[in-house]
């Protein structure tokens, strides 16, 4: 029996809903994702490791609205005269560095102009305990969800949908191996997935398991 996995897909990052792998670790921030224009809350935070597809989850979002994508170390002033032609903004890998007048200011806009306000980031910004109290209970008052660790099933489908982006054919059997020994991290499998593609053009050796090995050393 061929346990090959035939890898078909162009090699950029894809960001297709149909690509999402749905499991236990990302059910409800997916479900909520997939519920909009119907959300309990118009403002939400979605959390979680690198790698976690939270970014995939934004643009699944966008797809599905007039929306203004952008990553937080991005936002200045202009943003508010963008955001009045959206009806949804997502402010991507939000950290405590930003402005807490001007995110403040963006929850404002949200709530009295009945928009629909996203973030992402890789704790919850309830944690952030900002300087600014308004802020503070506007973050207390909005929806916070979290992407938790990946089970098995999940880092096959992750490992596999990597390697499908960079058209590298892997047999399962590489795929169990590899599971068997990386760190349930989604941060290490992206930083796994990443050194594997480099190393192996730097080498000019096709993908085999004392590649895997090598590399597995290395992250």
């Known amino acids: 029996m061929n346990d ?9 990052q894809a960001y297709k809903r149909e690509d999402f792998y749905v499991s236990p670790s990302n059910q ?18 979605i959390f979680g490791p690198s790698g976690s597809g939270k970014s995939h989850l934004a643009s699944i979002l966008k797809n599905k609205t007039s929306c203004l994508q952008i990553n937080s170390n991005e936002l200045n002033e202009k943003i508010f005269i963008r955001y009045k032609t959206k009806e949804t903004l997502i402010i991507e890998n939000l950290d405590k560095k930003i402005s807490e007048k001007l995110l403040f200011s963006l929850w404002n806009v949200a709530l009295q102009d009945n928009k629909y306000l996203m973030t992402t980031s890789k704790k919850p910004i309830s944690s952030y305990k900002f300087k600014l109290k308004d802020l503070e209970s506007r973050v207390k008052s909005s929806l916070i ?8 099933d999940l880092i096959s489908v992750i490992l596999a949908k990597n390697f499908s982006d960079k058209q590298i054919k892997v047999e399962k059997k590489h795929i169990d191996y590899i599971i068997k020994r990386i760190d349930r991290s989604y941060e290490k499998i992206s930083q796994f997935i990443l050194t ?19 590399v597995l050393k290395m992250i």
């Open 4 to 12: 090959q996995l035939i890898l078909k897909f162009p090699s950029h």
């Open 28 to 45: 409800e921030a997916y479900d909520f994702i997939n519920s909009w224009p119907r959300w309990i809350k118009r403002i939400v935070n």
């Open 145 to 152: 969800i979290g992407i938790n660790l990946p089970n098995d």
């Open 196 to 214: 594997l593609d480099k190393y192996s053009l730097k080498k000019g050796t096709s993908f085999n398991l004392k590649l895997i090995k090598e």
